[in-house]
């Protein structure tokens, strides 16, 4: 049977991404190699670093731009520490925008380093929206968001104005839709939600931004000795590196961003029409601020939970149940989910209002 892969992350990956990842672990450009064996610093390796390095550039559009692209190590979770490290000025402050839970643990890991201002926050509200109308303190050393939400479904649609450099964790939604991505001077991103295999994380900098803060920086935490060593300062993760590039050939193929998205918005309209359509359904987050990545409800009569399970289940979908801090269902449609798996979950929540309709005509 055919599996719908909604997972949050690892998620779903191309198809051909798996062939060609497999191929590599068995065999390496035909050097009777494995990918998993070879030195990080063979000409053939060396070779795809560059170039994802540079792909992932392009996608943005932002080459020829001042921004340099770095694969490296410990996820989004490192890079709360590093982005501080890296730029809150000492005796300096920074401001974030809390929006979700990584949003929240980002602002836990800026307070070991200085003054840490939390602009607006939707905690209260169990974080069902993105907060607006905050004001962003002009003489922090950076302004911090979150994109996307895994976790409540939210998405930013738009980014705030502000003359200090703006700070961006786009791990769940990074190249999945069209930006101006000058507007932001650094990104990141662990790959395993939307560009990879789990265990390597895209960092997108604005090379100006850096060597301001007045910090002595560990040699592993400095952004800019990262950049000296084009991304070998130590050893990468060779296979999560690779699958980036073959998934980021995979986009450039499919007409990138811009051609992702049309379908990212399809998926998205799809679900949630159902969800506000169907009785048995309700939707989470706020509607103007609902992520086209994941789409979080719930059903309005637990009753009809294990009925619903049960039918989801057979129809071959995995990875729906919402995150355990929050419960109900969440479907992740990232990049590589096809519209097709995306109505396969709507035809199955139709079938349950069929079934419930039946069951109260019955009684």
Known sequence: ?????????PCILPQEVFEKSAQAVLNFNNSDLSLLEISHRSKDFVAVMDEVRALALELLGLEGKGYQALFLQGGASLEFLMVPYNLMKVDGK???LDTGTWANNAIKEAKLFGETVVVASSKEQNYNHIPTDYTIPADASYFHCTSNNTIFGTQMKSFPKTNIPVVCDMSSDIFSRSLDFTQFDLIYAGAQKNMGAAGATLVIVKEEILGKSGRTIPSILDYE??????SMYNTPAVFA??????????????GGIAAIEKV???KANLLYTEID???????????KDRSNMNATFLLVDEKNQETFDKMWKEAGISGIAGHRSVGGYRASMYNALPLESVQVL?????????V???NEVTV
Request: glycine share 4%.
């Open 94 to 96: 920074a401001a974030y």
């Open 346 to 354: 709507v035809d199955v929540m139709k079938k349950l209002e069929e």
């Open 225 to 230: 000795k990262h950049i000296k060593a084009e």
């Open 241 to 254: 590196v690779y699958t980036c590039l073959l998934t980021l050939q995979w986009l450039k193929a499919q």
């Open 264 to 266: 990212n918005e399809a």
């Open 356 to 358: 419930v309709k039946q």
């Open 1 to 9: 049977m055919k599996k719908h892969n909604y997972s949050a992350g």
């Open 277 to 287: 359509r169907n009785p048995l359904f309700i939707g989470t987050a706020d509607k």
